[in-house]
């Protein structure tokens, strides 16, 4: 239990610092320098008005220097990355395992809120993402039981190899594939239905998870983006041939539901088919 309140403490400020990436990547600022501060009136933020979750509680949703309501998704960016960061922590204890979903939660809750309020998908997020999950799967393993991998790499590869190359097949394949069907959409459709930040986020996805996992996760995004994307649009009367759906927002949340979930999920099955 310490160790998972220790992973929620952790999960808090890096969600803080994600809050500043979001807003500030998709506007090519710094992420170093000058310090937090009011995205209104630009005023620096004091380190006692910026602390996690109830910093926002404390100023009455507003800023202390010219009263402008402060966006929910501050709290909601840093009270989600300590939940994910608690969970991983108290699923997988203190091991390299934990870190690495850590890693990956904090990487998808950028890319999800980043997505949903600009369109934008960051390299930093994508690019970067998927370099490190390349690299990880030398020490943490890309996934367990059968993978495509282990059927087509000879054994004498050793699980670390094998890992590191169910990462690339993944990165690649998914994102290839997911690039074709953008493709061919627009060839049909002669209008672009999906960005290049969606297949750069999709071989992030593939990197952590293998090529299973992406897969997976592009078939629940896939299909939790249509459902709740036609109701939005139906409620907000919107014109469904116009309206762009951030389809890396329902990537985002399929994959964490997938990384985090994904295990236990599949044991209950199981142990129902049984």
């Known amino acids: 239990m310490l160790v998972s309140l220790f992973a929620l403490a952790i999960g808090l400020l890096i969600g803080s610092f994600l809050n500043v990436c979001i807003y500030r990547m998709p506007r090519d600022l710094s992420v170093v320098s000058p310090r937090s501060f009011c995205p209104h009136c630009e005023h620096m933020i004091a380190w006692y008005d910026n602390i996690p979750v109830a910093s926002y509680w404390m100023l009455g949703r507003k800023c202390r220097h010219c009263g402008h309501p402060i966006s929910a998704r501050y709290p909601i960016v840093e009270a989600l990355t300590g939940v994910l960061f608690f969970f991983s922590a108290w699923f997988y204890g203190p091991a390299p395992l934990a870190v690495k979903y850590c890693l990956f939660s904090a990487l998808m809750i950028g890319l999800v809120f980043s997505d949903l309020e600009e369109r934008i998908l960051p390299n930093e997020f994508t690019v970067g993402g998927a370099v490190a999950g390349i690299l990880l ?3 943490v393993p890309t996934a367990e039981g059968v993978t495509l991998a282990r059927m087509l790499l000879p054994a004498a590869w050793g699980p670390r190899w094998l890992s590191v190359a169910e990462a690339l097949m993944g990165a690649l394949f998914c994102s290839l594939l997911l690039w074709f069907v953008g493709w061919a959409y627009l060839k049909v459709r002669h209008k672009e239905g999906l960005g290049l930040g969606d297949v750069k986020m999709i071989a992030t996805i593939g990197a952590f998870l293998g090529l299973y996992g992406a897969m997976a996760t592009m078939i629940l995004g896939s299909l939790v983006g249509s459902v709740i994307g036609l109701l939005y649009i139906f409620i907000r ?13 329902f990537l985002g949340i399929a994959a964490v539901g997938y990384a985090v979930f994904g295990d236990r999920i599949s044991a209950w099955w199981l142990g129902l088919a049984r």
């Open 137 to 139: 799967a030398a020490w």
């Open 237 to 249: 009367k919107k014109d469904a041939s116009t309206y762009e759906l951030p389809f890396g927002t």
